[in-house]
């Protein structure tokens, strides 16, 4: 089965989860509640993605920034060093429910003040988690990634297909 109809819509779910969580557990967690949340807005025999990303250094959570003080703090800490990016993903139809994480590794290359300002200015970090997109400007940061870039970008999308062939669904019909 290949898919014919998509409808998008957008669950209200509590994004907070419990301290001892692994990061991997953590985007799970918060993957499953949105998929919980949606499951009251569908149909009972729709299949219902959800997923949610974060970026972690050194175990810590950097969602999205606050202010542009709060983007320069998180690109500082990440310049020069590594951190890893988790997605939690949950496929659904009616009760049947699957949830996996996928980590990738991205390292950022040393970057100087007057450009992580400027990339600031952009106005691109806002609303992404770390405060960077990897597939905007913000790829100019990065000096490598060793995993999946579209889990970088927010959806494993290996990772989804093969979840959705558990439910039958085949992307590439």
Do not use: W
Not at 45 to 66: E, H, N, S, W
Request: proline letters at 5%; charged letters at 25%.
């Amino acid at each position: 089965m290949g898919i014919e109809h998509f409808d998008v819509v957008v669950p209200q779910a509590e994004e907070s989860f419990p301290a001892d969580l692994t990061p991997q557990e953590v985007v799970c967690h918060i993957s499953l509640a949105k998929s919980r949340a949606a499951k009251e807005l569908c149909p009972e025999d729709a299949i219902i993605i959800t997923a949610d990303t974060m970026v972690f250094l050194d175990d810590k959570r950097l969602g999205k920034p606050t202010d542009e003080a709060d983007a320069l703090a998180m690109l500082t800490a990440l310049a020069g060093r590594h951190h890893t990016v988790c997605t939690g993903v949950t496929v659904r139809q009616g009760d049947r429910v699957q949830t996996c994480a996928q980590s990738t590794d991205v390292y950022f290359r040393p970057a100087s003040r007057e450009e992580l300002l400027a990339y600031i200015r952009t106005g691109e970090p806002m609303d992404k988690a770390g405060s960077y997109g990897v597939q905007g400007k913000g790829a100019l940061l990065v000096e490598r990634i060793d995993g999946d870039f579209f889990n970088v970008m927010g959806l494993p999308v290996l990772l989804l297909s093969r979840m959705l062939a558990d439910f039958g669904v085949t992307l590439l019909a």
